[in-house]
């Protein structure tokens, strides 16, 4: 008996069902790709700096200015000038001096100095916001122990009063790539799973409606059996009589 053909072309519904997963499975992995190399990376880093005690040894505020870019438009920028605070501080980890940055990013951005204000277009304003700042580590802080974060093999000679990235970056970094490739992933196999089955469905249907005619065109051709042979029927209680007994009736 020749196979029957079936049908395995995608309906339009589930060929958009396909290529949103296939999209979603694109997106996840990109976006693990990009995620692990924008904030992964960094984030590791900034987790291996260690807590330790600080107290303030001195606050000073050079004479050196530096330049900071402002933007006050889409056309519009320029740069202005902001004083430099230096916070030393004594590091409980390492038993030495060092110098105190805001976060991971001032320090990259200015390593000669602690605190890197918001730039201003006007010189002053920056001013205001270094000296604040110095008033506030002065007089608020002095010789108070707080916490700071230590990393010897980086930058031994660095403290930092606050960590850019924590644990939660990396959560972040992590779950929604694979959210999106477990989702795309799990759609593509249902639509796959879905069509086949109904594959499967729709060829059993087509053998089951292909042999209720070939059944029943052989029972018509199939001729009444004449040669079956015909029994007397013997009455219930009927007892043989025995040969010998015949004759001797004769």
Known sequence: MAKMRVSYE?????????????FLIVCG???????GFCWLSPTL??????????????????????ECVFTCGADCKGTSLYPCLQIFVNNSESNSVALLHFDEQQLVLNP???????????????????????????KEVSSQSFTCFFNQQRRPDDVLWRRSHDASVLLHCVLWPMVSLLVGTLIVLLTVCARSLAVRAEAIQKRKCSYEPAGNSEQSKTPPN????????????????????????H
């Open 10 to 22: 995608y309906s339009e519904a589930e060929d958009k069902s396909i290529r949103l997963g296939l």
């Open 112 to 138: 000669k100095c602690s605190y890197v204000p918001p730039c201003e277009r006007d010189n002053q304003k920056n001013k205001d916001n270094v000296l604040w700042w110095e008033d506030y580590w002065t």
């Open 226 to 249: 004449t040669n079956t042979a015909s029994f007397r029927t013997l009455p219930m209680f009927a007892v043989p009589v025995r040969r010998r007994d015949r004759e001797q009736e």
């Open 29 to 35: 992995i990109l976006s693990l790709f990009i995620l």
């Open 45 to 66: 880093q900034s987790m291996q700096s260690k807590p330790a005690n600080c107290t303030v040894v001195s606050v000073l505020r050079p004479e050196e200015m530096f």
